[in-house]
């Protein structure tokens, strides 16, 4: 089966040399990626550039995305092959910069659209937009295809984690999602529907659950 896997950061360029980011390492999604590539899958690995882990990448075809567009932009191109799969593990940052204020000499704000901000004028102030959800477009895109998506957390408890995974595969019609992070505690839990998580104890047993999602061709 043909499956794209997601994985790393996003990052959203402030000026010509600062960005913003997640802290995501890309090496789950690029594990997972070779471990579907053992059982038989063809990958394609969609990898953050920020991207430090460095472990092998047994794939098919691996290529870089930068921004949420870029990332978006990819996805959308693969929709138009024969994709079986989606693990979207992808660390896309939930904020872009919109406008950017430097303070004058008078002490009024003044916008500053292009080139290297000016550290030493003085503070900045900078605009966050809400960069749009991808994972809420991937069943346009890719309507039979089998779609899980992540939903990682640091504040909160499991119960909370498992309720908003349970939301995205309610908001976003995916099939599966994995719940993680300190808010979530040790493992794993592979969420398919209300009240329906499998708690999984690291990495492997988590590869070898969603494969399991995989139909059989």
């Not at 204020?101 to 290297?116: A, F, H, T, V, Y």
């Not at 499991?158 to 019609?173: F, G, I, N, S, T």
Request: hydrophobic share 40%; glycine share 10%.
């Amino acid at each position: 089966m043909n499956c794209v896997v997601t994985a790393g950061p996003t990052f959203e360029t402030l000026d010509n040399v600062r960005r913003l980011t997640n802290f995501s390492t890309g090496r789950l999604g690029t594990e997972l990626a070779n471990f579907l590539t053992t059982r038989g899958h063809t990958v394609t690995l969609l990898l953050g550039e920020p991207s430090t882990y460095s472990g092998t990448r047994n794939v098919k075809q691996l290529e870089r995305f930068t921004t949420t567009a870029d990332l978006t932009e990819k996805l959308h191109t693969l929709a138009r092959q024969n994709i079986g799969a989606v693990f979207h593990a992808a660390a896309v940052s939930d904020f872009r910069f919109g406008k950017i204020w430097g303070r004058l000499p008078n002490g009024e704000l003044s916008e500053i659209k292009s080139g290297k901000l000016a550290t030493r004028s003085g503070p900045l102030l900078a605009e966050l937009v809400p960069t749009p959800k991808i994972i809420a477009g991937l069943r346009s895109w890719y309507p039979q295809a089998r779609l899980v998506g992540w939903k990682f957390e640091v504040d909160g408890d499991p119960a909370r984690v498992l309720q908003a995974a349970e939301q995205q595969l309610l908001d976003c019609q995916t099939d599966a999602c994995v719940a993680n992070g300190p808010a979530y505690g040790a493992g794993f839990g592979l969420v398919t529907g209300r009240g329906r998580c499998a708690p999984l104890a690291g990495p492997a047993e988590l590869f070898t659950a969603l494969a399991a999602l995989l139909p059989v061709t």
